[in-house]
């Protein structure tokens, strides 16, 4: 149980594209999910917080024109990279809160803007 | 200010031998507590976690972990390491109101396992 999903795993854009990616919870609800970057050899930095049927929280730094959020049902939270630039490549992972307890992770998306 | 701190960046221990990966926190009260391993590429898989009682907790691939408060530290252990050991491990911290909300992770500590 737990299983967190992330689609597409890798996705290679041009400069000045949009990119969606997508996570669900595939085996249960989640309320709230959270998007994290991850740079080589780094830890995890929490970009936002999304909650279902409201809007997402953002942190410090990130800007939410350029990183939009939606999580329209229980299961699927989307983020959406607008205008990429090479400097928003990255790995992107997901989580989502399990019975308020957990956070569990999904597999990660590589993205690479040329 | 809150903060999760995993002194050792790179840790190499001999395959068959005891591990003990390091995390201490900062913070007014006791948080939330758990461990995460990431393979290359992958995302985080969760291997144990402390809310509260039994200061000792048990967790997934052998893998244990103990909270001390007097020392706000969570030591990750295992007493014999196998080479599929071989990964990523962040110790995470929760804050929230609730028992999730936002984590606050370490920087990590690289494992390498020698034959």
């Known amino acids: 149980g737990a299983v967190v999903s992330q689609h597409p795993s890798w996705v290679i854009c041009k400069s000045g594209t949009s990119v969606k990616i997508e996570c669900r919870s595939l085996?249960?609800?989640?309320?709230?999910m959270f998007w994290y970057r991850q740079f080589p050899k780094q830890s995890l930095m929490l970009m936002a917080t999304?909650?279902?049927?409201?809007?997402?929280?953002?942190e410090q730094g990130v800007e939410k024109d350029k990183f939009l959020i939606n999580h329209a049902s229980l299961t699927l939270s989307t983020l959406t990279v607008t205008s990429a630039h090479p400097e928003d490549s990255s790995f992107y992972i997901c989580?989502?809160?399990?019975?308020?307890?957990?956070?569990?992770f999904g597999p990660g998306t590589r993205l690479t803007v040329l | 200010a809150q903060s999760v701190t995993q002194p050792d960046i790179h840790i190499t221990v001999s395959e068959g031998a005891s591990l003990e990966l390091r995390c201490n926190y900062s913070?007014?009260?006791?948080?939330?507590l758990f461990w995460y391993v990431q393979s290359p590429g992958q995302g985080l898989q969760l291997l144990l976690k402390?809310?509260?009682?039994?200061?000792l907790v048990q967790g997934i691939k052998g893998f244990e972990a103990e909270f001390k408060r007097s020392q706000s530290s969570f030591n990750l252990r295992k007493p014999s390491v196998h080479w599929s050991d071989a990964a990523e491990y962040f110790c995470?911290?929760?804050?929230?109101?609730?028992?999730?909300?936002?984590?606050?992770f370490g920087q990590g500590t690289t494992l390498q396992v020698k034959p």
């Open positions: 402390y809310f509260s009682g039994d200061t």
């Open positions: 085996d249960f609800q989640a309320t709230t």
């Open positions: 999304s909650n279902e049927g409201s809007k997402a929280t953002y």
């Open positions: 913070y007014g009260a006791t948080p939330y």
């Open positions: 989580s989502a809160d399990f019975e308020g307890e957990t956070q569990y």
């Open positions: 995470a911290v929760g804050f929230g109101s609730s028992n999730t909300g936002k984590l606050i």
